[in-house]
């Protein structure tokens, strides 16, 4: 059964090449274009993984994560994707099941590697 | 000259008295003299003593008409309370020398007195004009628009003007010489001046903020501290000067320049990230169906025109404020503008599944205009409409004619703005408390908008909104007859 990722952009374009380039390594992908809309997939669909933008109207990246964390026992392991220029500050991330922050623009590839790496981890 | 008097005097005495004496001896001596003769000779001889003795005491005697004529001169002056000479008759005796002795005195002490009143004139223009200078200076020290508050050797208030009263609401009159923790309730403050009292020798000037208040009507000072000394070595502390500047509004320009930077940053890098997607998707050869890869390069060109109007914003609003842009401005029919809109940001709208409704006027309203602005103009308000609308919701472009303007009116379905920052979207930088922290943007958009609408075009921009319902904003432009 193919691991399960849920992708959310407020940028569509982006959560489409994402999507995609999921997709051609054989990962089912579901695709959310706000945080609102990620909460209640992820809740619904369970997804193994989620790649999610930092910056999205209604809820962030990290109140997307910290909400899962509170429904779900370990939360999902998830990628940070940021246009932000400067790094997160630690305490924001404290406690939080974030695997990596990466920084737009991004390598599709290095996206794709981090993911399966991390779903190999976990 | 009195020896003289004196001697003449005595001579006349003598005078008298011996011959008068000698005439009264010829009788008794000669008494065979007829008796008339004796009797007459008699009677010279008593003339000649008595006229002898009277001639040497009127010419010897001082006389005390003379003296009763000054005292009574010199009581007159003291009762008119004036000044004056005494009655010296031009006689070389005693009293004519103490009156003209007195006369000499007296010139003495009125010079004296009217130096002295002239002295004590000067001294009172003198006060006067310290006087005034003290007011001018307290007056500038009131018209200082920063606060000025200065204290003595035991924290006690000497002197503070009109804006520390307003910073820290109390009045200066009754205030003053009071203990400053009676006059000044906030505590960030008084340890500020405490702490200034116990290091002032040390570090005598200080530079710091202050934060008076808190959330939202917090207010940022900048406060100078300075100790005044005294003694030879400056060793004793005699007091301290604070003076407050009010940097709020500095501190949330530069907070908000800053965040631009940031901001600009982000919104570049946005779409620079999906052509850096897409372009590398393409090389990897993971997209290989050609109505995909039709797509794909769509993306990139759209996003590539993404990128390119954020920078047309920044540049043309920095243009148009420097008064560099050169404008074209032509009769030009606003119908065709919002048509333009329309079809740039359906795709977009599209891809959030928002309907973007544009409901045209069949007539064509024309305005004076430059058609480049106007059309970046409504471009940045739809843009905004689609961008704070969630999926699914609507957008609604309208255009109709009131009080002789064109009206452009764009309306949301979208998370609405709060009524504090109403009217604060206009301003340069600034972004929704609201919802900026999620939203990505310049904060440039809507100043733009105001600037070309207002500014560029006799306009006027309105906006009202419910937060949760959406947002209503009007374009009126003066309509072309």
Redesign the interface.
Known sequence: MPRKVLVAD?????A???A??LR?AGLEVVVA?????AYERALAERPDFIVTDL??????GLELCARLAAELPGGVPTIL?T????ELDAPALAGLPIRRVM???????ELLAAVQEFLIAD | MIELRRIIAVVLLFLGVGVGLHLLMIPLRNMDQPADIKAMTLACGLALAVLGITGGYLVARVPKERIQGMAEHLENMVRRETMGLVLADGQADALGRLGRAVNRYMTFVKDEIEQTLLTSKERQIQIKVLEAERRHIESVIHAISDGVIVTGAFGDLLLANEAAERIFGFRHETSVRRPIEEVIADKGFLALLQEMRETGLFTPHRTLEWVQGGGGGARTWRVVLNTVTEGKKRERISGAVAVLHEVTKEKEIAKMKSDFV?NV??EL??P???????V??LT?G??KDPA?CRECFQ?IAS?TDRMNRLIENILNLSRLESGLVPLNKTDLAVTEILRDVGEVMTPQAA??NILLETDLAPVFFRVHGDRDMLYQAVLNVVSNAV??T??GGKVRVSTYLSDGSVVVEVADSG?GIPEEELQRVFEKFYRSRH?G????GTGLGLALVKHVTEVVHGGRVDVESQVGRGSIFRLSLPAVR
């Not at chain 1, 274009?33 to 809309?37: A, N, P, R, S």
């Not at chain 2, 922290?437 to 990505?440: A, G, I, K, L, S």
């Open positions: 407020d940028e569509a374009p982006i489409n090449v994402v995609m380039k051609g274009l706000d945080g609102q809309e910056q999205m109207p209604g809820m962030s994707l246009a932000k220029g400067f920084t737009k623009p991004f390598s599709p590839r | 940031s940053s982000h890098k946005t620079l990230a999906s052509i850096k997607a897409y590398e998707m990897d993971d997209i995909q993306t996003e891809q959030k961008k704070y969630p999926q998370y919802t922290e999620t939203v990505p």
